[in-house]
């Protein structure tokens, strides 16, 4: 690894860390968000037990395959917002003219961007992902799979924000259309996909990246399949690549805060 990836990653480490430590000025604010945040995820979950009392199954999934579908859900969206959470308000950033600043940083514009801020609530999120993954952790491979398909969900779901947030370089107002879509795939990641048919389930496919960044992984912990572990991760990378490739073809057309003012 050359010595500008390193110290460019370096930088990355250390924005995050001082984002982080930023928001535990206020300790108080910083564990409440954490715990209501757990509490309230925790406390929809109650839903599903309920459900599974009355029925054996849904959607062909049992309450083990539920939890371990909200454990990667939740890891997922979780360390994605607490890394890359200002990838989530690029269309703002790019309307506004803001990312100015970013350009004539050192470092690498998308990175920077991408690090520049986090999610405290998110850790919330995190850790209750992490809590309910714990309990699938019955082996080694299993172990290893479980952090492969945290660190696979949480770049399919921010090279998803991203790519969809680089679309405000050619329109305005891509923030609504992004922050539902967004949005969507963690109301959609918490079903199963069992009940999902037809046009509906080509979205979840094809479109909205659900199944790659949850469903799919969570069959293969279920039942481990070869081909589609190499589908998801061959996912991973082509939307990871073509996010990255968008965004940088956008910033050339990128203009000052006053002319992108001037677009609203």
Known sequence: MSTAVKNQLRVCVLSIKYNIMKEMINK?????????????????????????????????????????????????????????????????LIISGKLDSYL??????????????????????????????????????????????????TVIFTAFALLLGSLSFWFVRMEILGRQLTMGIISFATYPDGIFRGVSRFLLYFIIPVGMAVYHPVHIVVRFDAEMLAAVLLYTILIATAAAAVFYRGLRRYSSSSLMEARM
Not at 35 to 56: D, E, G, H, P, T
Not at 116 to 144: E, H, K, P
Request: hydrophobic share 55%; net charge positive.
């Open 28 to 92: 108080v604010t910083f564990l409440t968000n954490i715990c209501f945040m757990m509490l309230n995820n925790a406390s929809i979950l109650v839903q599903w037990f309920v459900l599974f009392r009355l029925r054996k199954d849904v959607g062909g999934y049992t309450m083990r395959e539920i939890l371990l579908l909200w454990g990667l859900t939740a890891a997922s969206f979780g360390l994605s917002h607490v890394l890359f959470a200002r990838v989530f308000s690029l269309p703002e």
């Open 104 to 153: 004539v940083q050192p470092k690498n514009v998308l990175l920077g961007v991408m690090t520049s801020s986090t999610n405290i609530s998110a850790v919330g999120d995190l850790l209750y992902g992490v809590l309910l993954l714990s309990l699938f952790c019955s082996s080694i491979g299993r172990f290893f799979l479980l952090v492969l398909f945290t660190v696979t969900g």
